[in-house]
């Protein structure tokens, strides 16, 4: 399944930090040589202030304890900007521990930088120092620092473009440190910041709507609500265009949402009809298996994708911790689909691909039946399910109720007039 395999395609649109899981993933289910996956993983922290992680996993790539010089010397520069950051951010750290001073700012950022230069003497270079020292511990590594400095930082942006990139650094930051509230609300903004940004350019807003729904999969996957805002924000017109100009692969993820979400079935058109347009550019056994079976009813076809989907699952970041809810929701999926087009299913065949002894799959039958809406009944002697026509709609019930009244209206009426005529 490595040719399913997606980090290639996520890591374009992944700030470094957030690629690194997906690396440590990949080790582990051995998808790739180790060494390989190591190496990745030196050429992915060179851009960054982590030097030291990097050289322990030189050392062991190489299983040596020397170290090659520019690492060392990036390490000396690392160490040197760090003091150099720190001595020119102490004052405004100092001002911005003190309570009362945050009390004081308001809504008009200008008015907080003017209020910290009146009464501090804290002017434009400290404040610079800090949005750079925030970044500068990003980049080592120090997440919960980071996210506490940008957040003290929000209230002094004047500019869009700044705003912008500390939201950014805010959400990677919060995402890494495993605060998926704090993360959620930092997606919330950045939407209505893409929305609204003045220097957007509507090519601009495409690639940063393609960015945030691929930094959202870290979000939205550990959410307890994150398969719905999955739904709902790859779904807004908006988001569904940038998938399908720059990002075809997260139809699987939203496939994948869909299908262990039986509260969205109402989406499931909508999602069919992206999946066959973008089919051409993206399928892989997710997509194929909802397109087997609600395009093609090909039901034969969808087991096939089905157990290829497990492998998918498998050898997936984000999906593997929702296998066996998925590969049980697209049961699901197949037998619904069935029982609508077949009159008599045998229930022992059932069982034995739901892997369940005839009578637990005649309970599990009997409340999916019921909970599906289907009209159909089981016949226990018999061993099968025998499917009924389907339900009349309202309107068609209320013509049947309308055709039997006028009936008994009719037949009323002569019985009355006749009896009239027998008196006379």
């Not at 100092?94 to 003497?121: G, T, W």
């Amino acid at each position: 399944m490595a040719h399913y395999e997606l980090s290639g395609k996520l890591s374009k649109y992944l700030d470094r930090h957030l690629i690194f899981p997906l690396l440590e993933f990949l080790q582990e289910k051995g998808l790739y040589a180790e060494d390989d996956v190591l190496k990745a993983k030196i050429a992915l922290l060179q851009r960054t202030n982590m030097v030291d992680f990097a050289m322990d996993i030189h050392k062991d790539l190489y299983q040596t304890e020397d170290v090659p010089p520019e690492m060392m010397e990036r390490r000396s520069e690392v160490v040197g900007r760090l003091r150099t950051l720190q001595k020119a951010v102490d004052p405004i750290i100092a001002c911005l521990s003190n309570p009362n001073v945050i009390r004081n700012f308001r809504q008009d950022r200008s008015f907080n930088l003017q209020l910290l230069k009146d009464e501090f003497d804290i002017g434009p270079d400290h404040v610079d120092a800090l949005y750079q020292y925030a970044k500068f511990q990003f980049d080592c590594g120090n997440y919960s620092s980071a996210s506490e400095l940008l957040q003290a930082y929000r209230p002094l942006v004047t500019t869009s473009e700044r705003n912008l990139s500390v939201l950014w650094g805010k959400l990677a930051a919060d995402i890494l440190m495993v605060d998926y509230d704090a993360a959620t609300e930092d997606i919330a903004r950045l939407r209505e910041a893409i929305d609204n940004a003045p220097f957007l350019t509507p090519l601009m807003q495409l690639q940063q709507r393609t960015w945030l729904m691929h930094w959202s999969l870290h979000v939205f996957w550990n959410h307890e609500n994150g398969k719905n805002a999955l739904i709902d924000l790859f779904l807004q017109p908006a988001f569904t265009s940038a998938i399908t100009v720059n990002a075809q692969h997260l139809l699987r993820y939203l496939a994948a949402a869909v299908v262990v979400n039986k509260r969205r079935r109402n989406v499931l058109k909508e999602l069919i009809r992206l999946i066959q347009t973008e089919s051409y550019e993206y399928s892989d056994p997710i997509t194929e298996f909802l397109e087997c079976l609600f395009v093609n009813y090909d039901f034969d076809g969808a087991q096939v994708k089905l157990a290829e989907c497990e492998a998918v699952i498998d050898a997936d970041y984000f999906l593997t911790a929702i296998k066996a809810e998925f590969l049980e929701n697209a049961r699901l999926f197949v037998f619904e689909t069935y029982c609508r087009i077949h009159q008599c299913i045998d229930i022992a065949m059932l069982a034995e691909r739901l892997n369940m002894d005839q009578e637990a799959a005649e309970k599990w039958i009997a409340n999916l039946i019921l909970n599906a809406r289907l009209n159909a009944k089981i016949d226990s002697k018999a061993g099968t399910v025998v499917m009924g026509v389907q339900s009349q709609s309202v309107q068609e019930a209320l013509v049947e109720k309308a055709k039997g009244l006028s009936a008994r209206t009719f037949t009323l009426a002569n019985a009355v007039g006749g009896g009239a005529v027998a008196r006379a």
